[in-house]
């Protein structure tokens, strides 16, 4: 009998071993306390390489990370998006009120907007000059505060490409009232590690995932310059230049410059306020980034063109925004030097402009 009985316990102890340990299993793949918080659907976690996925990210008194996520993409929907936030509240010296901070990341998946108005603001986000071409075949481009992928074809939606993007926003408010504060997401390989989880994940949920999963193993090279003050030339790029006037506070951007990718940002900067985009060029011949401009108003006023250059297809596309957009004819003027000029680089074909 206590033979029988201790058989009897042995077994109850072996099932409520691993009840403990599929429990622990179970939890674990929630994230549910006191394992890692995940974010995004899953393609994240604390602590997961990321600056601002870290405990460094945490470091001001009273700082808290929260995650909010819209449903998964699917078939039958295919957008989504999310966002993680750390907050953090510091006393002021200069005031009673204390001074809060607020640093995000957003993240968005879905296909282009349809609209030119949308989809010129789209570009200027995320062809930035600041932003640098990912390696080994993926169409996209990363830097330190955004990133974005163009996805595979299976992907698409009514003729659209479908791209996922990362972009950072940081406020200060206290007694001087609110003020943007830029920051860091992470190192560029810790963003392009950030962006192909989530594209990973994005693509599994919505049905088009290729069999491999979109990797990267060379290294990211780096060609962005520090911003400075804009000029004549814009962005060393010939015959490319607007008269600023005395006092301006424009600041240029140049970006990649390859044979298949150039692109050049130009920014109003105000003390406190986002960076407002002024003006933007961006060529390219990569299929998946030309299919991007795809159902754009095209032609010279338009600042949208096509060339076959070195057997390629290739898009050439200016956008001038705000007051630099006053002067039309100067706009076009400068989109048939921009033209001319990088198409010369890189070797387009006499009359293949469209």
Known sequence: MADGAGKRLGVVGGLLAGVVLATGIGLYATDSPPFRDSYCWGAWQENGGARFLGEEALGKSGSGR???????????????????????????????????????????????????????????????????????????????????????????????????????????????????????????????????????????????????????????????????????????????????GPGAQYEQQVGAVTPRLQTCSVMWKSRGEPDEPAAQYVMTGEPRM???????????????????????????YGHVHGGLAADKAAAERLFKNFVASVGNRIGCETGGQA
């Open 66 to 244: 929260k995650g909010t996520e819209s449903a998964p993409p699917s078939a039958d929907r295919p957008h989504g998006s999310c966002t993680i936030a750390v907050s953090s509240i510091v006393e002021d010296d200069d005031s009673d009120e204390p001074l809060t901070f607020d640093e995000r990341v957003v993240v968005g998946y879905g296909p282009l907007p349809a609209a030119a108005r949308e989809r010129h603001a789209w570009m200027a986000q995320n062809f930035h000059g600041s932003a640098s071409p990912l390696p080994d075949g993926l169409d996209g481009l990363v830097a330190g505060d955004r990133a974005m992928l163009v996805l595979p074809e299976a992907c698409d939606v009514d003729g659209r490409p479908s791209v996922v993007t990362i972009r950072s926003e940081g406020w200060g408010d206290g007694h001087l009232g609110k003020l943007a504060m830029p920051f860091t997401i992470g190192a560029y390989s810790d963003v392009t590690r950030m962006l192909l989880d989530v594209a990973n994940t994005s693509m599994a949920h919505a049905g088009c995932a290729p069999d491999e999963p979109l990797h990267t193993t060379s290294p990211l090279v780096t060609v962005a310059e520090e911003s400075d003050s804009a000029g004549r030339p814009l962005c060393r790029i010939p015959g490319v230049g607007f008269h600023f």
């Open 290 to 316: 030309t299919a991007l401009f795809g159902g754009l108003p095209e032609g010279t006023g338009q600042g949208l063109a096509h060339a076959t250059c070195d057997g390629r297809r290739t898009v050439f």
